[in-house]
């Protein structure tokens, strides 16, 4: 009974912000990586975020670089998405995945949740 439960998402104007909080469950968070996808009609999913286990690290595509922060709190098992300035097409289905660390294909993905930016 592994859960990832997206919530924070919404409507929101171009040039504000939203929060994104990820709620996991059933598995060891402190030894899984944590990501942040997402996906917009018509397009491939792409990686938007990701923090290392520890929260030692993050690694974010040149899209969002400077808009979006990755976080997590390993106590609360809980990972989050803070977005700032933005835009039209960050418009998407945002979803949680966490990875273990060093073992491929052991992952696990929420059901996603809808931010739509518009005017």
């Known amino acids: 009974q592994v859960q990832l439960v997206e919530s924070g998402g919404g409507l929101v104007q171009p040039g504000g912000s939203l929060r994104l909080s990820c709620a996991a469950s059933?598995?060891?968070?402190?030894?899984?990586?944590m990501k942040w996808y997402r996906q917009a009609p018509g397009k491939e999913r792409e990686l938007v975020a990701a923090i290392a286990a520890s929260g030692g690290s993050t690694n974010y595509p040149n899209s969002v670089k400077g808009r979006f922060t990755i976080s997590r709190d390993n106590a609360k098992n809980m990972a989050y998405l803070q977005m700032n300035s933005l835009k039209f097409e960050d418009t998407a289905v945002y979803y949680c995945?966490?990875?273990?660390?060093?073992?491929?294909?052991?992952?696990?993905w929420g059901k996603g949740t809808l931010v739509t930016v518009s005017s």
């Open positions: 995945n966490a990875k273990a660390q060093y073992v491929a294909g052991m992952e696990y």
């Open positions: 059933g598995f060891t968070f402190s030894t899984y990586v």
